[in-house]
């Protein structure tokens, strides 16, 4: 049994093995169906349980139909429907019920410590949908896109980050560290990453490249990635955040100073960040990003379960 919490925590040998599976399956799907399951079934008789404390389309379709292709079953619950938190039930309570009923649980929370907490009760593996500080799914499967398309390993390449500070970019610069590769950040003076995590690329003897230019940061990209500048988290002044974001707008000008043969990726949904021209421009594989959530997912759920290969 294995948490996957949070990638920095994770070595850089088990997340190949993830990513070395993923492509694996993905190859061997080719002439399966959407809800066909693998061979192996490695899931089936197992039941995974995924709780949902904020809004999501990707991570929920996504997982649904990673949990079925392992031949395994879900149940999807809201917070507002358990008695955790109300009537005098602890959460140390409610994770004994989950660990009784189910084989794994999910959550997507706004609270880094209730991943934590549940991961001190739980008799199962935890998975982090996302949080406030991480969004390991996302970011591990990015790097299975990235990989997939320049058909050489990431830590080759310049990737280059565009746009707020969040929990995407906290991960993706946890595997910049795990695999060595160089990352450029284009952010206002405001909004550079947390201390936290800047001490941690520190103590790990690695170094982020910071640019209040986004040209500065995009030059010579292999890849620019970017999210919406406002985010599930945000509870400022939104307008002023908006307005603080106005120059780093990822447009065909913007592109142009990365590499020749550069692509665009957004993990969704997207905002006034990235113009129409490149969001559905040639660059762009934002779709083929949506997609590897599934394939990558399969091989987090095995990771978490010990039955990868």
Not at 42 to 63: D, H, N, V
Not at 236 to 263: C, E, T, W
């Amino acid at each position: 049994m294995k948490n996957f919490i949070n990638l920095k925590d994770i070595s850089s040998k088990d997340l190949r093995r993830i990513l070395n599976d993923a492509k694996k399956r993905k190859n061997k799907r080719k002439k399966l169906s959407t809800l066909e399951v693998d061979k192996d079934k490695p899931l089936k008789g197992k039941l995974i349980i995924q709780m949902y404390e904020k809004q999501s389309s990707r991570t929920r379709l996504s997982f649904h139909l990673s949990i079925a292709q392992l031949g395994g079953s879900s149940i999807t619950i809201k917070a507002s429907e358990l008695h955790l938190g109300k009537r005098g039930e602890t959460l140390a309570d409610t994770a004994k019920i989950l660990s009784t009923y189910g084989d794994a649980f999910m959550l997507r929370t706004d609270s880094d410590k209730k991943i934590e907490d549940f991961s001190k009760n739980l008799n199962i593996p935890i998975i982090n949908l996302l949080s406030p500080s991480s969004h390991p799914c996302q970011v591990l499967s990015d790097v299975f896109t990235v990989e997939e398309i320049k058909k050489k390993p990431i830590s080759k390449l310049n990737i280059c980050w565009i746009g707020d500070c969040n929990n995407v970019l906290n991960s993706l610069i946890a595997t910049s560290v795990k695999f060595k590769f160089n990352l450029n950040v284009g952010c206002p003076n405001n909004y550079r990453p947390p201390k936290f995590v800047m001490n941690w690329v520190k103590k790990n003897k690695r170094k982020i490249n910071i640019f209040n230019d986004p040209k500065k940061a995009a030059k010579n990209a292999d890849v620019v990635f970017s999210d919406k500048v406002v985010s599930l988290n945000d509870k400022g002044n939104i307008v002023k955040k908006i307005q603080d974001f106005k120059n780093y707008r990822i447009n065909s000008s913007l592109m142009k100073v990365a590499h020749p043969k550069s692509i665009f990726l957004h993990c969704l949904p997207r905002g006034n960040e990235v113009s129409e021209e490149v969001f559905l421009g040639k660059q762009s594989r934002v779709w083929q990003q949506a997609l590897n959530r599934v394939h990558v997912q399969k091989s987090i759920l095995l990771y978490s379960f010990g039955k990868l290969r």
